[in-house]
Nanobody, 124 residues
């Protein structure tokens, strides 16, 4: 059973930074593709970035390109989302997700496992 647990969310001022973590158990990171999504109040869930099982960032949304980066620690089996230059519109619940498939996808339906989410609030 694959389990994902996010952490690192919180309140930050505009222009600040946060690093989110997603601890993965049940599968090694070199066997699954990982992604980050977010969902703001009253909005649909939005794809942000995907990192492949080989550790390559294969997809990234235009809304966060140049500000957000994804990385992983293969020893501790953790995926990170480094968020810089945060804006109020980045306020959302952030989710990590895992896919057993090989295709790089932005679609939620391609991801088999989800974390519970962590709240990020950016104050203006």
């Amino acid at each position: 059973q694959v389990q994902l647990v996010e952490s690192g969310g919180g309140l930050v001022q505009t222009g600040g930074s946060l690093r989110l973590s997603c601890k993965v158990s049940g599968r090694r990171l070199n066997t699954i593709g990982m992604a980050w999504f977010r969902q703001g109040a009253g909005t649909e869930r939005e794809f942000l970035v995907r990192i492949s099982r080989t550790g390559v960032t294969t997809l990234i949304a235009d809304s966060v390109k140049g500000r957000f980066t994804v990385s992983r620690d293969n020893v501790d089996n953790v995926v990170y989302l480094q968020m810089n230059s945060l804006k109020p519109e980045d306020t959302a619940v952030y989710y990590c997700a895992a896919s057993s498939g090989y295709s790089a996808s932005r679609r939620e339906s391609e991801y088999d496992y989800w974390g519970q989410g962590t709240q990020v609030t950016v104050s203006s």
